[in-house]
């Protein structure tokens, strides 16, 4: 199976920075795209980032100019650096991969979730 793991959350200041984690670990064949989401409380899980193989990204309006993603292959681990954060940046980020596995004798591929981790901006 594979697993994700996030790391990085925590409690900063309106205009602080956070840099969040995400490595997957497992029977991997191939990683397509990794992306961030993130859902507050009493809202939608909505995309933050996304993250191709060849490292083409894309930003969710509400977070361009000030989140960057990135990601190390050979590590199969996903970044989120996130700066200038505002209260509204509150919620609970997970990391989303699309992976390739070895099943059988061929192959699966399927979305895998991380398990969450919590961002608060306040004072």
């Known amino acids: 199976q594979v697993q994700l793991v996030e790391s990085g959350g925590g409690l900063v200041q309106p205009g602080g920075s956070l840099r969040l984690a995400c490595a997957a670990s497992?029977?991997?064949?191939?990683?397509?795209?990794m992306d961030w989401y993130r859902q507050a409380p009493g809202k939608q899980r909505e995309l933050v980032a996304g993250?191709?193989?060849?490292?083409?990204?894309n930003y969710a309006d509400s977070v361009k100019g000030r989140f960057t993603i990135s990601r190390d292959n050979p590590k199969n681990t996903v970044y989120l650096q996130m700066n200038s954060l505002k209260p509204e940046d509150t919620a609970v980020y997970y990391c989303?991969?699309?992976?390739?596995?070895?099943?059988?004798?061929?192959?699966?591929?399927?979305?895998?979730w991380g398990q969450g981790t919590q961002v608060t901006v306040s004072l």
């Open positions: 993250v191709t193989s060849g490292g083409t990204t």
């Open positions: 989303n991969a699309d992976v390739q596995r070895p099943s059988g004798g061929g192959s699966v591929r399927r979305h895998y």
């Open positions: 497992g029977s991997i064949s191939i990683i397509y795209t």
